[in-house]
C-alpha cells in the first residue's frame, strides 16, 4: 500500500514536500516514483530512484526543480516541489515497481491514491 500526503494549497513560486509512506511488501525491493495527473492531460512521469535509492531520473521537464529521494529505513519516499506554478497543479501519485523503466512509461505495478496540488496566482 502506498498513501501519500503533504499536498495542499500553495502560492506561486511556493514550495512543497510531497511524502510516500509504503506499507505491506520490503520497499527496499522497490523502485520508486512520482507521477501526477493533470485535468484533461495524461498522466506524467516526474522522476523516480532505483531501489537503493543512489540513483534518480528525471525527465527534462522538470529537471532542477522535482528531487525525489527515499528513506528505506522509513519505508518512505518523497518529493520535493519548488518555484511551483499553476502548470503544477494536478494530483500527485507515489508509484512503486521491481523496474523503474515501469515507472518511467508509467506503467507501475503499484499506485497510490494520489494526494492532490493546487498552486493559486
Known amino acids: 500500500q502506498l498513501v501519500e500526503s503533504g499536498g495542499g494549497l500553495v502560492q506561486v513560486g511556493g514550495s512543497l514536500r510531497l511524502t510516500c509512506a509504503a506499507s505491506?511488501?520490503?520497499?527496499?525491493?522497490?523502485?520508486m516514483g512520482w507521477i501526477r495527473q493533470a485535468p484533461g492531460k495524461e498522466r506524467e512521469f516526474l522522476g523516480g530512484t532505483i531501489k537503493s535509492g543512489s540513483s534518480t531520473y528525471y525527465p527534462d521537464s522538470v529537471k532542477g526543480r522535482f528531487t525525489i529521494s527515499r528513506d528505506n529505513s522509513k519505508d518512505t519516499a518523497y518529493l520535493q516541489i519548488n518555484n511551483l506554478t499553476p502548470e503544477d497543479t494536478a494530483v500527485y501519485l507515489c508509484a512503486a515497481d521491481q523496474s523503474i523503466h515501469n515507472l518511467v512509461v508509467v506503467n507501475p505495478e503499484f499506485w497510490g491514491q494520489g494526494t492532490q496540488v493546487t498552486v493559486s496566482s
Open positions: 505491506g511488501r520490503t520497499f527496499s525491493s522497490y523502485a
